[in-house]
């Protein structure tokens, strides 16, 4: 196993709302090879995220060689992939895969500013794996799971800063000050986008049973 395996960041399991309001992006330390990580706005960082979607349109958008585009959706909105002769698997998997297709990706953030100052949020892939329907419910139902301790954790920090006198042992949580002081969007929007993709898989499981 190479050192770049050995300290290869944990993908975090983000659905694609709060994805795409992930807009700030930091190192930790001034070194060049300090790993690039974009700020969660439930109050957390990601070097690397992993999601399950229906990958629902693929584009050679290159011009001088192949620059792949894909977009997946997941019950919350849509991530938008680009692979190029960088990432020769992914891109492979793009240009070979016949949309839809239930797509597993694992890959880094990426933040790009538009001439309108807009960012925009895309994700450079390190792997797009074709998956079954049963593969992606339980990533919708993990995701959920770790999106609401997210929201728990930015909660708790949250009521010992309104209320320190209270006597409250909630842990320092420097990304939920960076998030609250980076993003307008109150955390409990991501609770409604998780019930959102619950009440969804619900919808699809009570149809299949009824058919």
Do not use: C, H
């Not at 349109?57 to 997941?74: I, K």
């Amino acid at each position: 196993m190479s050192q770049a395996e050995l300290t290869r960041e944990v993908a975090r399991r983000v659905f694609a709302s709060e994805f795409n309001d992930s807009t700030y992006s930091f190192k930790e330390s001034d070194d060049e090879r300090a790993p690039n990580y974009a700020l969660m706005p439930t109050g957390d960082r990601a070097n690397r995220v992993f999601f399950v979607g229906t990958l629902t349109e693929t584009e050679d958008v290159g011009e001088d060689s192949e620059y792949w585009r894909g977009r997946v959706v997941d019950p919350t909105g849509t991530f938008f992939v680009y692979a190029g002769q960088y990432q020769p698997e992914a891109a492979a998997a793009l240009r070979d895969t016949e949309p839809p297709a239930y797509v597993s990706v694992v890959g880094k953030p990426r933040t790009y500013e538009t001439e309108d100052g807009t960012v925009n949020v895309s994700v450079r892939p390190e792997s797009i794996s074709v998956v079954d329907e049963a593969t992606r419910d339980r990533w919708v139902v993990e995701t959920a799971e770790r999106t609401l301790e997210r929201i728990e954790a930015f909660q708790e920090w949250e009521a010992e800063q309104e209320a320190p006198e209270s006597g409250s042992t909630a842990p320092t949580n420097e990304y939920a000050q960076m998030s609250r002081e980076r993003y307008d969007s109150p955390v409990e929007n991501y609770r409604r986008d998780v019930i959102q993709a619950l009440e969804q898989l619900e919808e699809v499981d009570d149809a299949e049973a009824t058919a």
